[in-house]
């Protein structure tokens, strides 16, 4: 691609074309399901994806931190759902929010945080709308699901004045552990079968009206059939997919969006190395270096890894035998593609879009909390 | 700390006193070995602490990334060294700030750099300001200080017109490696001897005018006596020093200035677990969980472990035995100190520097490249 030449390197390049293909797909899947996606923000915290994961409604989505919410909200967006166990130094952020738009959504899964909800009633008629987290067999956030506490508190939550158990929501992220579609989709029928086993119990108790909702990138690129009795999903990653979910088996790796440019700067071959200007201020040390070609896959070069990397120099070298300097001079640009473009992502203040190889945009994620 | 209630966690504090103490000691050792002191800028990458390294002289510093040398440009600053192996996408934009300042160095390790250097001639008369890097061991960037070719490029570099050759410059990142003083010293004193018989080569080819300067936090905080006679070193961590560098004996851990600031967010009891609002986006991966707490040391706790992490949560398990979880009511806030202050500092669009007892700053780091 001619423009990779014009970026200063490090840069995040982001495949608009693929994008769009990946939110496409998703938003397809779902549709024909019946099944409302909410995408998460997460991994992109940009407006400009938010704008393609939502088919440009600009409504129904989830962030992972309360300054994603109010960028998002900043720009027009609404139905926004704060999907973090709620953290008691934010609830006045989530209560203006909450007061501001027509729907912003906060999650608990114990207690205490309704106490806090509690202290806090909204103003103009509004009410809380609280998503319950259930933990099924994840293992982070949320009450283990056949933990009768659970039921104890969704039912505190729908009898608490000023507060609506709006749905419960389970994050599938044990999906992170397997390897193919047969596992992924044993994982999503788990997580949906407790998901929605729980939603009978709350029937029972004659709580009728909370929705459903459960996500990862796996499951929601393989879902099972059950999942279209769920009210929504909640995938993020899918957007630009990683070397990490194509080994996990959500995607192909041609289906993964981004890549981090890098330019060659020092040859070494007293130790068969080249250098280039990618450390982990630019790529991240998540995967930890354990892929055969160690912390990225260097396109076009299988027989190359990335072995270890500091700051902003990255070691570069062969697999076996003697690396072919004359292949790399210097300067020459190398399109690294990420172990999680999650992390990868948030080491960069500007993304760069390219479709038919051009560069046709530059995106600002918002960072912080 | 009464402060720490009213931040929203996750959040990066600064001690500023133990800031200006790190700094003043590496001011005042450095002074007294009559060795002019280059501070390293890209552990915090702010104005604040630039100018609390620098003594307020806001002149003489290294950076990594231009994008710090063009803020620090745009802030006053001058004789700034950019000791990074020349990109040769970044040429021109070397150029114009070594035009714009009365100092601004640039670090090549290979003649295809140097031919970069002529095909840019600067204008006014200016001359590019040239360190040479040599590798000393380290095995990142450099010549290898005993390969005929580390003379050879020095001498090219000096003979060539618009060109002055500035300085050598050496990291020794291999003081990484070190455990306790005397190793330090002892990579201390080989990288010195390295350097200094390097530059007596020089001198017997009839070079004489270039600078000399190595560092790295561990040998810059336990200098040998031959130290004294180089003209410079550039140690950059140091001014917040972290879990590591307290590891390597470069520090002790009470020196550490930098503490990331996290709240509990659950209570699961059933895997004798809690979760803590700080993962990855807060903290950074680096040290891979490596230290017997984990990911981190949480201040006060020794009995604590952040075990893992995800992009926003981090969980915390006991070390051994029961958690006491009383102890630890949702909504406590717990104290990281980091393993790379690197690494987790630029997680952090904002430090807060605190002095006794109060937060007394807001501090923005410069991002990008």
């Known amino acids: 691609m001619e423009f990779t030449k014009d970026l200063c390197t490090p840069a995040l390049i982001v495949d608009l074309d693929k994008v769009k293909k990946n939110a496409g797909e998703m938003l397809e899947r779902f549709q024909k399901l019946g099944v409302q996606l909410r995408p998460h923000m997460k991994t992109h915290k940009t407006l400009e994806c938010a704008d393609i994961m939502t088919g440009g409604s600009r409504r129904c989505i989830v962030v992972s931190t309360l300054a994603e919410a109010s ?20 609830v006045e952020r989530c209560a203006e929010l909450a007061e501001r738009l027509t729907l912003f959504h906060i999650l608990l899964d114990n207690s205490a945080a309704l106490q806090e909800l509690k202290k ?13 987290k259930l933990d099924c067999d994840n293992g982070r956030a949320g ?17 608490t004045a000023g507060v609506e158990l709006t749905g419960i929501y389970a994050h599938c992220g044990n999906t992170y552990g397997c390897k193919g579609e047969e596992q992924i989709k044993a994982v999503a029928q788990e997580t949906t079968t407790f998901t929605l ?30 999942m279209a009795m769920l009210s929504e999903v909640h995938p993020g990653n899918y957007v630009f997919y990683d070397v990490q979910q194509s080994l996990i088996g959500s995607c192909r790796l041609e289906d993964v969006a ?16 080249l250098l280039v200007d990618c450390g982990w201020a ?15 896959i260097i396109e076009g070069h299988p027989e190359l890894k990335l072995l270890s990397m500091t700051q902003e120099h990255g070691r570069v070298e062969t697999i076996s035998g003697q ?7 210097m300067g020459t640009v190398l399109s690294l593609m990420p172990y999680h473009a999650c992390a ?26």
């Open 120 to 132: 806090r009633p909204l103003k103009n008629s509004k009410v809380w709308h609280v998503w319950m």
């Open 258 to 273: 981004v890549r981090v440019l890098t330019r060659v700067i020092g040859h070494y071959p007293h130790r068969n190395q």
């Open 71 to 90: 960028f998002y909200a900043d720009h027009g967006y609404d139905d926004i759902l704060y999907a973090y166990p709620l953290p008691f130094d934010k």
């Open 197 to 226: 086993q729980f939603m009978e119990k709350l029937k029972l108790a004659g709580i009728q009206g909370p929705k459903s909702s459960i996500g990862s990138t796996p499951s929601c690129s393989h879902p099972v059939p059950d």
């Open 143 to 159: 009450v283990p699901h056949s933990d009768p506490s659970a039921l104890q508190l969704a039912q505190d939550i729908s009898e």
């Open 323 to 329: 690396l072919d300097f004359s292949q790399f001079p």
């Open 344 to 369: 990868t992502a948030m080491m960069h203040p500007v993304y760069f879009a390219h479709s038919k190889g051009k560069i046709v945009a530059t995106w600002k994620p918002i960072r912080g909390w």
């Open 282 to 296: 630019g790529l991240s040390h998540d995967g930890g270096g354990r892929l055969p070609t160690g912390y990225a």
